[in-house]
Structures are given as C-alpha cells and as structure tokens.
C-alpha cells in the first residue's frame, strides 16, 4: 500500500551516567539558584521538538510552558527543553532521574513510574477512560485529590494535567475492534502493565518499547499490531507501516493515558516564591491548550491516516464493553495487589461518564 511521506503537523500558533544507569547526553546537571536567583529547569520528554509553535502537541506544550515561564519571570527561571529522548535514552526513567534531582521536569505517563508507586496504574487502567469528557473530570474530582497527593507524596508536582486517548493500529488488513478480532500468535505493543495484562488475557503476545521504536518493530515484523496515543501514532508517521486504524473518535478506546506537565519537589522548592507562583500560574493556563489539543488530535489523526490510505474503523459501544469486560482480571488484580488499590479504582469509576 502506497504512503505519503510527509507529516501533517498540529499548527498551534503562538554523555553522563546516572546513578540509576539512565543514559544522558550534554553536559552538566540541572543547576539550582545563583546568588542572584536565577534557575534553570530541565524538561525531558519523548517526542519531537515541537518548531515555530508546530508539532506533537505535548512537545508544544512543553515549548509555550518554557516560553512563558523565562518571559514572566524576567528570564530569573529558564527551562531548557530535551525532546525525542535526548537527554535520557529510556523514557520510563524520567521519574527516577527527578527522584534522583538529575532531571527537573517532564511532560511523562505517570504510569511508567508504577514500578515504583504502583498506584499510578490507575491513570492507565483498562478500560477506565472512555472519552475525553470523563478524563477531564478527574482533576476536579476526589480521583484527581488523590493522584495529586500520590505524586506529591513521591517527589512529584502536577502543573498541567494532560489526557491522551489510544488508538489500534494493524500491520495486516483486518482491524481489531473486540477481543474476539485477535488473531492467533498476534504480537503488539501497548504501554501499562494492567493494560498488558489485558491484552494477554485476551490473546495478544507482547512486545515492550517505547513509543519511538514502534515504526521499525511494525516494518521488520516484530509486531503486528501496536497500542499507543493517536498523537504518538502521527508523530511517528506510523500510516507508513499499517494497514487498519481502529480510532477513538466515535467516542470508545480502552485505552486512555494520563501524561501530565510535571515538575520535580525537589526542583520546585528551589524557587523562590515568587517563582512557584508563576510555575503554577503557566501551568494553569495552559489547561484548556492541552485538554484542546488532545481531543481535537484525535479526529486529525483519524483523518490522516483515511488521507492516507490506511482503513479507519471505530470501537462500538458493544466493542468497548467485551473490552471492559476482559478488563476486569485486571481490575481484580490491581486491587488485591495495590495498597489502596480498591479505593483508587472506586473512586476513578465514580467519574461521570459524561
């Protein structure tokens, strides 16, 4: 099947060794204040470098924080941005080199800290999230008390809470709306372990990687399928290497991520207070750019990949049910595995649907 090759970007306007073994490059850590009360901050995440306010929303929202950020604050607090894994090669260690004060800030899937605090699961539960409207209501729900306090509690500030819905894409040319769609010895990729753990029980083999190294798994045939957010499937030009598309537009995915702006206590503290006003304030307003961004991604991408070439399918409601159904193992296990498992997951599902 024929492939464009260009992007269509989002349009938004305005080495070292640690102690823990991750791997960076450049020089220097993340410095504190000076005797004049300058800082700067290192942000890391995983996508790339957002360029003249165009690109993976998440990296923009990096940029418009960074940019804001030296602008309030007379340039007394600089963030040194460090996309597509430049700084720390594995993503999921962004958390302990903020634990470890070797990294400042991220925008980061809390999830890929539940090896060590195995409560952030449940912003990557399956099945939990159906839409866009129910994840936005977890900041101001007693859900989003709790992970706030969790991520405090374990060195973690919340500045600007970020969703990202999922989609399936197929190397082959049948699509995977229900479990029942799995085909035999099929292997894919998805991030979260109770999402795993899902997929497992439903027939899938797994195959684990970061987001980045999907497109060269899917064109060698280490997988045949992949799970990851629809920005991450465009910002990775993934319609390159499938053939089906199953999108979350028609308001069904099980697969729902919370990815939210970060900062480190430790870096956090070193701010004047002045300073974490305005951190926080940035933070704030840039709210409705990351609620916006990622609900409106989601048919973008839907389209792209319709544009070019690629099937593009939609979960039913009865699709996401056999879903949340094959779940609920899951479910099960992170409450009996978790302190406090099953108060989490209470809470979570009392989040309105709608």
Known sequence: MARRQGV???LTGTGALLASGVLL???????GPTDEG??????SHQWPAAEDGEGDFRAVLAQ?????????????????????????????EQYSAIRDQTLDMSVYPLDYAAGDVPQLSVTLMPAMVRSHAQAQKWAESEIGDRISKITEENGVRILTWVWNAGAIGTAGSEPILAPEDVPSGSVTRAAGPRVEEMLEGVGFGLSSMPSSDIYNALQTGTLDSAITSTSSFSSYRLYEQVETFTSPTGGNTFWFM???????????????????????????????????????DDQRVHDEFAENGVEVV????????QWRKASQPAWDSFAEEVDGGQELLDLAESVPAE
């Not at 490059?25 to 410095?31: D, H, I, K, Q, V």
């Not at 924080?65 to 460090?82: M, P, Q």
């Open 8 to 10: 269509r970007k989002y």
């Open 25 to 31: 490059s450049g020089c220097g850590l993340a410095s």
């Open 38 to 43: 300058e800082v700067t901050l290192r942000l």
């Open 64 to 92: 418009r924080f960074a940019d804001e950020v030296e602008s309030r604050t007379d340039g007394d607090v600089t963030v040194k941005l460090h996309p597509n894994n430049s700084l720390i090669e594995d993503p999921t």
């Open 258 to 296: 919370f990815e939210p702006l970060i900062i480190g206590t430790d870096a956090y503290n070193k701010l004047t207070d002045e300073q974490q006003q305005i951190v926080d304030q940035v933070g704030a307003d840039l709210q409705e750019f990351a609620y916006t961004a990622s609900q409106e």
């Open 314 to 321: 939609e979960m039913s409601d009865s699709d996401f049910e």
